[in-house]
């Protein structure tokens, strides 16, 4: 059965416009859907990031993004670039569905990120920049209506040691603000038709598994 979420998600974002003025350092990332067949239910892309000296989320699991750049003429125009320069995919203004607000991690509060969400209909093959990229994978949405999913584990960042909620996946662990990001998306996505039918099938209460705290 095919849904109409995706124009009812859309319809829960806010619009792709240009960042307000803000003191902080900008980046942007994607939330990246596709529906494949036979069911043609939504999976989200995530690269886990290169190891390297120099970045701070070496190694992590994270969306396609990065800063931006003074040539962008928009901060939606730095996640549309930094993802064809991390894992070679165009994204098309039309398979735009909208945006979240920007969050600033906890442990980077001069930074302010955006996310942006697509639905795409790119049938090639992806080609990773392996300096930024060391892996993708297409993930069911419906693997976040599961409570096995998610966790309390031990990260240390910079320094700190802290226990944190974790969306987790084939020893994958999706944690900090990419963590929350996906959540708000979950919360926006679960509003849907689709979204009340995978919580039906798998008996699921999100309140009591996403464990959410905003990042503004």
């Not at 989200?44 to 003429?73: C, N, T, V, Y």
């Not at 670039?81 to 098309?92: A, D, H, K, P």
């Amino acid at each position: 059965m095919i849904y109409p979420w995706p124009a009812e998600l859309k319809n829960k974002l806010s619009p792709i416009g240009e960042s307000q003025p803000t003191q902080k350092q900008q980046s942007a990332v994607c939330l990246i859907l596709r529906t494949p067949a036979p069911d043609f239910r939504p999976e989200i892309l995530f690269i886990k990031r290169a190891e390297r000296a120099d970045d701070p989320w070496s190694g992590h699991m994270a969306f396609p993004g990065g800063r931006r750049h003074r040539e962008d003429q928009t901060i939606a125009h730095t996640a549309v670039r930094e993802t064809l320069e991390e894992i070679g995919m165009s994204l098309r203004s039309e398979e735009s569905l909208g945006a979240l607000g920007p969050y600033s991690p906890r442990v980077s509060p001069e930074l302010a990120v955006y996310p942006f969400i697509y639905l795409t209909e790119h049938s090639g093959e992806l080609v990773l920049n392996v300096t930024e990229v060391d892996e993708i994978h297409w993930v069911p949405l419906a693997h976040a209506f599961k409570s096995s999913s998610f966790t309390q584990r031990p990260y240390t960042f910079r320094g700190m040691t802290l226990t944190l909620p974790s969306f987790s996946f084939d020893d994958h662990h999706i944690w900090g603000v990419t963590y929350v990001i996906l959540l708000d998306f979950l919360y926006k996505f679960v509003e849907t038709s689709l979204g009340k039918t995978l919580c039906q099938e798998a008996k699921f209460d999100p309140k009591s598994t996403w464990n959410y705290t905003p990042y503004r």
